[in-house]
T-cell receptor, first 116, second 114 residues
Framework: GAVVSQHPSWVICKSGTSVKIECRSL??????MFWYRQFPKKSLMLMAT?????????EQGVEKDKFLINHASLTLSTLTVTSAHPEDSSFYIC????????????FGPGTRLTVL | AQSVAQPEDQVNVAEGNPLTVKCTYS??????LFWYVQYPNRGLQFLLK??????LVKGSYGFEAEFNKSQTSFHLKKPSALVSDSALYFC????????????FGTGTRLQVFP
């Protein structure tokens, strides 16, 4: 149980285009989802916290207009990288918190974004 | 501010030998501590957590961690390493802001040699 999926697993796009990444909780409802960014050989950086039905809470320094997060249902959150540039290339990972299990997060497999 | 530190970028150990991956924490109040493992191009997998109770916490795949309040440490251990344990290990602490945010260490790459 507690499986989180991400789609796509990798994507290559041209500079200036937008890319949408989906994060789904497959067998549970996730009231809260988190989006992380991981640079090569670096730790995970929390980008934003997404709560179902409300606006995401972004961490300091993360551009809200560039990284659009939507948590439309209890099983789906999306991250859209708008007008992507090469510096946005990274590994993006989502996680979901299971309702009632406050202290655990379950992570998706990640999405590798490469912007040319 | 809450933080965790992983002082070693890489740990090398021979298969069959015990392994330790170090983590120290800095928190106000009681810490909620976690260990996660990441295999190449994959998301993080939960290994174990300390919330309260026994200082020795047992987790997945034979791993355990010892919470030491006086040394503010939460080292990950395994009695006998496997080559398949080679991966990137992250220590994390729950943020006290009530949002369930996790603050991660910089990660330690474990390399187990046959």
């Amino acid at each position: 149980g507690a499986v989180v999926s991400q789609h796509p697993s990798w994507v290559i796009c041209k500079s200036g285009t937008s890319v949408k990444i989906e994060c789904r909780s497959l067998d549970f409802q996730a009231t809260t989802m988190f989006w992380y960014r991981q640079f090569p050989k670096k730790s995970l950086m929390l980008m934003a916290t997404s709560n179902e039905g409300s606006k995401a809470t972004y961490e300091q320094g993360v551009e809200k207009d560039k990284f659009l997060i939507n948590h439309a249902s209890l099983t789906l959150s999306t991250l859209t990288v708008t007008s992507a540039h090469p510096e946005d290339s990274s590994f993006y990972i989502c996680s979901a918190r299971v309702s009632g299990r406050v202290y655990e997060q379950f992570f998706g497999p990640g999405t590798r974004l490469t912007v040319l | 501010a809450q933080s965790v530190a992983q002082p070693e970028d890489q740990v090398n150990v021979a298969e069959g030998n015990p392994l330790t991956v170090k983590c120290t924490y800095s928190v106000s109040g009681n810490p909620y501590l976690f260990w996660y493992v990441q295999y190449p191009n994959r998301g993080l997998q939960f290994l174990l957590k300390y919330i309260t109770g026994d200082n020795l916490v047992k987790g997945s795949y034979g791993f355990e961690a010892e919470f030491n309040k006086s040394q503010t440490s939460f080292h990950l251990k395994k009695p006998s390493a496997l080559v398949s344990d080679s991966a990137l290990y992250f220590c994390a602490v729950r943020d006290i802001g009530g949002t369930d945010k996790l603050i991660f260490g910089t990660g330690t790459r474990l390399q187990v040699f046959p």
